[in-house]
């Protein structure tokens, strides 16, 4: 019994603060479900968007605190599990489908699921952390859901259906998309990064609440069409210094 509490007392704070950031996602995913259940679909939807600043924030944290560690990556795929796979999924079929839907979408809301957790241990096992995403990530999967509810936008159940349906399997795709993590502060065209910050200020002035879907589909596309903004923002000069 000593020894094992030696070992908790010995836990560095640098790796127990990533870990506690990375809580915040499961709290978030966790309690959109229960929004969901009650109805309050608006507040279930923005939940999943704070999960992504958490998803975001303990990885970069881990890094500047150098606490990365195994333990904290599965944490961090279980929580992305809960967050943008299981939460958007049932919020869609709540908000949309429900029994009108039938057999068909608790099928869709299942299969989103399943291709975000299917996305999730191929990323644990074969991602290259400099290269581009591997299909579409599910913080972006589960945000696109959430999207449509904020923007009160009307669909059917068949195309919440044909949408839950679609973005599953572009998760489990070979589709590629840009990886922001090989942006840096000395490697970035500072007009190109102002110009881009800029565009996404602009839509949420003039599309409101419309602004998270516009910005998560044009995500959605610049894979289908093959355009990697992260490299395409980076320095020319940089990127040429790299090659040679």
């Not at 009650?38 to 992504?52: K, M, N, S, T, W």
């Not at 961090?76 to 999924?89: K, N, R, W």
């Not at 489908?97 to 191929?122: E, K, N, P, T, Y």
Request: contains cysteine; proline residues 5%.
């Amino acid at each position: 019994m000593r020894k094992r509490s030696r070992r908790v007392r010995d836990i560095p704070i640098r790796k127990i603060i990533p870990n506690m950031i990375t809580s915040g996602s499961v709290f978030c995913g966790v309690s959109s479900l229960v929004m969901t259940y009650r109805g309050q679909l608006i507040p279930a939807a923005a939940l999943i968007c704070f999960a992504v600043f958490f998803d975001i924030m303990d990885g970069r944290v881990a890094r500047s605190l150098g606490g990365s560690s195994s333990f904290g990556e599965e944490l961090d795929s279980l929580a992305d599990a809960i967050s943008f796979g299981v939460a958007p999924a049932f919020l869609m079929y709540v908000a949309y489908i429900d029994v009108q839907g039938g057999v068909f979408g608790v099928f869709s809301a299942s299969f989103f699921a399943l291709c975000g957790v299917l996305r999730l241990a191929r990323f644990n096992v074969t991602h290259v952390p400099a290269g581009p995403f591997q299909g579409l990530p599910i913080p972006a999967g589960g945000l696109t859901l959430a999207s449509f509810i904020i923007a009160k936008l009307p669909m059917t159940p068949a195309a919440a259906t044909c949408a839950m349906l679609f973005i599953g399997a572009l998760m489990v795709s070979s589709v590629p998309y840009c990886n922001a993590k090989k942006l840096k502060k000395h490697n970035v065209n500072k007009a190109k990064m102002y110009g881009l910050l800029g565009f996404v200020c602009l839509c949420f002035i003039l599309l409101r609440e419309r602004a998270f879907l516009a910005i998560a589909l044009m995500y959605i596309a610049t894979g289908l069409v093959r355009f990697d903004v992260a490299e395409w923002t980076l320095d020319n000069d940089d990127t040429i210094e790299e090659k040679d």
